[in-house]
């Protein structure tokens, strides 16, 4: 079942700080956070696991509730650069080797 | 350098035309994907393999097929059952395991049916 992105799109001057968040029904074992830019490839952001595990880049904060099967991305001092889609993907058993990706948030970052 | 390499970039086809996109990996990984993009959809997952001449359907395989027999290569045959094909087409891998790690995603190819 596809988890549930929200906002869908946010708009920000340079400088400002976003919050991304990712919702599932169903218990997870691991969310995903990927970002993509306008016709290029997704590109791996972090990946957090139950327990509390994290794997990712350092400058990337996020945080996984498991009571509530709730991830989000925090996106402070936002550069230009930031500006791209994000996707969270989800993985319901450990080894599953299948995500199920979000619909996305356009995250646009303006000077 | 290691990656994966998806081809063709653009292909268009006519209605009732099979097309197959390609998917190679030099990363030495043993799982592979392919997802399909549709605007504001996100990403979709057709079909994912986690070892050679094994494969798994994902949440909308039908009118796709793909094959992996080898470990590099992980190719996907869109059919002519495929009911909107018209779509933006992603190959992924990563290395396996029990826990899903990073995805390391190609360039993508854009499929247009006329």
């Known amino acids: 079942q596809q988890p549930v992105q929200s906002p869908q799109a946010v708009i920000l001057r340079e400088g400002e700080d976003a919050v991304i968040n990712c919702s599932s029904s169903?218990?997870?074992?691991?969310v995903h956070w990927y970002r993509q830019k306008h016709g290029e490839a997704p590109v791996f952001l972090m990946i957090?696991?139950?327990?509390?595990e994290q794997k990712g880049h350092e400058k990337i904060s996020a945080s996984f509730n498991e009571k509530k099967q709730q991830s989000s991305l925090y996106l402070t001092a936002s550069q230009l650069s930031y500006s791209g889609t994000y996707f969270c993907?989800?993985?319901?058993?450990?080894?599953?080797?299948?995500?199920?990706f979000g619909q996305g948030t356009r995250l646009t970052i303006n000077p | 350098d290691g990656g994966i390499t998806q081809s063709p970039k653009y292909l268009f086809r006519k209605e009732g035309q099979n097309v197959t996109l390609s998917c190679e990996q030099n990363?030495?990984?043993?799982?592979m994907y392919w997802y399909r993009q549709d605007p504001g959809q996100g990403l979709r997952l057709i079909y994912y393999?986690?070892?050679?001449?094994?494969?798994q359907k994902g949440d909308i395989a039908e009118g796709y097929s793909v094959s992996r027999e080898k470990k590099e290569s992980f190719p996907l045959t869109v059919t002519s059952a495929q009911k909107n094909p018209t779509a933006f087409y992603l190959c992924?891998?990563?290395?396996?395991?029990?826990?899903?790690?990073?995805?390391?995603f190609g360039e993508g190819s854009r499929l247009t049916v006329l």
């Open positions: 992924a891998s990563s290395p396996g395991g029990t826990n899903t790690g990073e995805l390391f």
């Open positions: 169903k218990a997870l074992y691991s």
């Open positions: 957090l696991l139950k327990g509390g």
């Open positions: 993907g989800t993985e319901r058993i450990q080894g599953a080797q299948k995500l199920v």
């Open positions: 990363l030495n990984h043993d799982a």
């Open positions: 393999s986690q070892i050679v001449n094994d494969f």
